[in-house]
């Protein structure tokens, strides 16, 4: 059984993700860590699991619309100093995890393990009213 709900299961299958993937993360660890971006914990098990993934998703959502996203933290690449300033500004250390396709607003991460496994079943799929 997964911990996923079908909704996001089907974006993350359609997306090349399968169960039990494991991604290296070496080459954006290295990367990162020469310009004093370190991988934490949390980060490394997330693109372990999801590194290089894109999700072409669209339409409504809960909060705002669904937007396609990449999960490539080389997409940060140059960004270390506003991450490093926003760590600070903080308190956290923050890793690049990709960025929303088209945008300019990276996806990073400062959760600890438990905190990915619990967001992960909290999403709730919007519901769509009968006509």
Same mark, same amino acid.
């Given at each position: 059984?997964?911990?996923?709900?079908?909704?996001?299961? &089907?974006?993350? +299958?359609?997306?090349?993700?399968? /169960?039990?993937?494991?991604? #290296?993360?070496?080459?954006?660890? @290295?990367? !990162?860590?020469?310009?004093?971006?370190?991988?934490?914990?949390?980060?490394?098990?997330?693109?372990?699991?999801?590194?290089?993934?894109?999700?072409?998703?669209?339409?409504?959502?809960?909060?705002?619309?669904? &937007?396609?996203? +990449?999960?490539?933290?080389?997409? /940060?690449?140059?960004?270390? #100093?506003?991450?490093?300033?926003? @760590?600070? !500004?903080?308190?956290?250390?923050?890793?690049?995890?990709?960025?929303?396709?088209?945008?300019?607003?990276?996806?990073?991460?400062?959760?600890?393990?438990?905190?990915?496994?619990?967001?992960?079943?909290?999403?709730?799929?919007?519901?769509?009213?009968?006509?």
């Amino acid at each position: 059984m997964s911990d996923w709900s079908p909704e996001v299961l &089907e974006v993350l +299958e359609a997306s090349g993700w399968t /169960a039990g993937m494991r991604v #290296d993360t070496t080459s954006w660890r @290295s990367r !990162f860590e020469a310009v004093g971006i370190v991988m934490h914990d949390a980060a490394e098990k997330f693109v372990q699991e999801f590194g290089g993934l894109t999700a072409s998703v669209g339409g409504p959502g809960i909060n705002r619309a669904r &937007e396609p996203f +990449e999960l490539d933290p080389e997409l /940060a690449w140059g960004e270390d #100093d506003r991450f490093r300033e926003w @760590s600070a !500004f903080l308190g956290r250390h923050l890793f690049p995890l990709g960025e929303l396709v088209g945008d300019v607003h990276k996806i990073s991460s400062s959760l600890t393990a438990e905190q990915v496994a619990w967001n992960k079943t909290r999403y709730d799929p919007p519901r769509t009213s009968p006509a």
